[in-house]
């Protein structure tokens, strides 16, 4: 079973940044495209960002076009989503996901007015 283990959460102040990791035990995590998604209490799950297999492709939510960065590292089975100019609606749990069907447990993010 995959495992896929995200870390970098914390409480920000508003405007500042944080970077969340998202470390694969996926032999096979090159080939996979990989994303983020967020979620607050009471809504849906959020796409977030998502990226390419060679991470030459990268998409993000409307939201976050323009402060968040999403990246990888093949050789460290690890995505990251740099998260800049954070906002207080930007508090959620974050979740990385693998392929189409393997999500993390979770990594809560804060951001304080």
């Known amino acids: 079973q995959v495992q896929l283990v995200e870390s970098g959460g914390g409480l920000v102040q508003a405007g500042g940044s944080l970077r969340l990791s998202c470390a694969a035990s996926?032999?096979?995590?090159?080939?996979?495209?990989m994303a983020w998604f967020r979620q607050s209490p009471g809504k849906e799950r959020e796409f977030v960002a998502a990226?390419?297999?060679?991470?030459?492709?990268?998409y993000y939510g409307d939201s976050v076009k323009g402060r968040f960065t999403i990246s990888r590292d093949n050789a460290k089975r690890t995505v990251y989503l740099q998260m800049n100019s954070l906002k207080p609606e930007d508090t959620a749990v974050y979740y990385c996901?693998?392929?189409?069907?393997?999500w993390g447990q979770g990594t809560q993010v804060t951001v304080s007015s």
């Open positions: 996901k693998l392929g189409s069907t393997d």
């Open positions: 996926e032999r096979t995590f090159s080939t996979y495209p």
């Open positions: 990226i390419s297999w060679s991470g030459g492709t990268t």
